[in-house]
């Protein structure tokens, strides 16, 4: 049910642009590289043009001459893919705390990372003792293994990217009806500034942790909602507790500015008016009864009622003393009447 818990729940896996413009420079940087590298060995003329140059770098009495082609692998292509890989590799760490269940996407750029590492670390390392030991050794399948490392490595991260790149379009079911209420909201809206307006605001209250207007929002276009549409069960309670809340707010404010401003009959008057009946509701009678009683009691003589003593006499109760003597003095006025005349 969609409630401020689940909101709380999912915060961390709602919509972030971020995370798919990082994937998208990632994966941008080892596109570029690759179609580099592949131009460069499959068409004869840019390799025949990258052929003509050769490149010598001195740095701290080592001097590294490279042709054309070597020059583009290991200066250009390798740092470029790299450089997108690591930021790639960020990006993933990122995402995956958000949604753990993206860490799949760990086993090949991890694998490829442990091996570019350890293939780098061999290889210098090997050739740096075996140039200065009487000992052949062929180093290419470490250099191999090293290169390929790599091509791994960023093929993973360039996999994860694109899983980067929809980032705000992937969830997990337990969400879901987060995301199925803000298509709602989205769809009943008329105008396209509308829809813009609660894709922003959607973003904004989930990041600033505004979760009444946030739920507003996915659910308060029920209210609106023409046709005869019915209220779904989350909707209806939610709204009632949000109408009833605001009433509630507006009669507290009501009470204290009579309580402030010394209107203490008015808020007598209005705390009497709201004080509730607990007895039990009496049945219903119809008005033709109602009066139909009065009319009998109207006619119905009066009467005294009279008890036993213990001698077998009977005596007037109270009432009916006092009743007697009522009559009593009415009899007298109007004989008092009557003689005036």
């Known amino acids: ?38 131009l460069a060995f499959s068409v004869p003329d840019v390799k025949a043009m990258v052929d003509d140059f050769r490149i010598v770098i001195v740095a701290v009495n080592v001097t590294f001459d490279y042709s054309g082609i070597e020059f583009l692998k290991m200066v250009v292509c390798i740092p470029i893919s790299v450089v997108g890989a ?25 694998i490829g990372f442990i091996a570019s590492i350890l293939g780098f670390v061999s290889y210098y390392f090997l050739s740096f003792l075996f140039t200065r030991l009487p000992i052949e050794f062929n180093l290419k399948i470490l250099y191999y293994a090293y290169v390929y490392s790599i091509l791994v490595y960023a093929s993973g991260v360039a996999f994860a990217d694109i899983f980067a790149l929809f980032y705000s379009y992937i969830y997990s079911s337990e969400f879901s009806p987060i995301y199925s209420a803000y298509r709602k909201a989205r769809k009943c809206a008329k105008k396209n500034s ?74 007598r008057k209005e705390l009497a008016s709201m004080e509730l009946d607990r007895s039990e509701p009496r049945p219903y009678e119809p008005e033709e009864t109602k009066e139909a009683k009065k009319i009998e009691e109207k006619e119905e003589a009066p009467h005294y009622r009279t008890i036993e003593v ?27 009447k009557h003689h005036a005349y």
């Open 1 to 38: 049910m969609l409630d401020v818990h689940l909101l709380k729940e999912g915060r961390p896996s709602r919509p972030n642009t971020g995370f798919s413009v990082v994937g998208l420079i990632s994966l941008s940087l080892i596109l570029l590289s690759t179609i580099l590298y592949l």
């Open 310 to 336: 213990d001698d077998g006499e009977e005596e007037l109760t109270r009432y009916g003393r006092k009743q007697a003597e009522k009559g009593r003095r009415k009899a007298m006025r109007e004989a008092r």
């Open 194 to 267: 509308k829809r813009s307006l609660i894709r922003y605001q959607f973003r904004q209250f989930w990041k600033q942790r505004r979760y009444d207007e946030l739920l507003y929002l996915l659910l308060g276009h029920n209210i609106d909602a023409a046709g005869g549409e019915e209220l779904n069960e989350e909707s209806y309670h939610y709204l009632r507790n949000r109408a009833l809340r605001k009433v509630e707010a507006e009669k507290i404010a009501q009470l204290d500015e009579l309580y402030e401003s010394g209107h203490h009959d008015l808020l």
């Open 86 to 110: 690591l930021l790639g590799s960020v990006n993933l760490i990122l995402i995956t705390n958000r949604k753990p269940f993206l860490s799949a996407l760990h086993i090949i750029p991890g």
